[in-house]
């Protein structure tokens, strides 16, 4: 239904910026019709929600990286990023991106079941 690619990770120090992005590919509906968000996991923790924006652009940060992550969409060209600023060793993770169908008004945030997701891609934060 929607396949989605992330790019952009890769190995700075802290206080380096990164931005991250991901390309959708959809077979049924309009991206503008997706809320998307980035998630997050380090090895050994669980999949944490990073950012979200929905339909109708308003946006939702985890604590932990409020002030330092912007999330944006381009619904023109179907893709999703994350300005990473004031990096930190905790960033360090393998960050995915997701969609969620907010399809007839359903409300979308960190804690819906998003069901489709990409493969991730690296981000390694060095102190």
């Known amino acids: 239904q929607v396949r989605l690619v992330e790019s952009g990770g890769g190995s700075v120090q802290a206080g380096e910026s990164l931005k991250l992005s991901c390309a959708a590919s959809?077979?049924?509906?309009?991206?503008?019709?997706?809320?998307m968000a980035w998630f997050r996991q380090a090895p050994g923790k669980e999949r944490e929600g990073v950012a979200t924006?929905?339909?109708?652009?308003?946006?939702t940060y985890a604590d932990s990286v409020k002030g330092r992550f912007t999330i944006s969409r381009d619904n023109a060209k179907r893709t999703l990023a994350l300005q990473m600023n004031s990096l930190k060793p905790e960033d360090t993770a393998m960050y995915y991106c997701?969609?969620?169908?907010?399809?007839?008004?359903?409300?979308?945030?960190?804690?819906?079941?998003?069901?489709?997701w990409g493969q991730g891609t690296q981000v390694t934060v060095s102190s």
């Open positions: 997701a969609a969620f169908s907010q399809a007839g008004g359903r409300w979308c945030d960190l804690t819906v079941d998003f069901r489709n």
């Open positions: 924006i929905r339909t109708d652009s308003s946006t």
């Open positions: 959809l077979y049924t509906y309009s991206y503008s019709t997706y809320c």
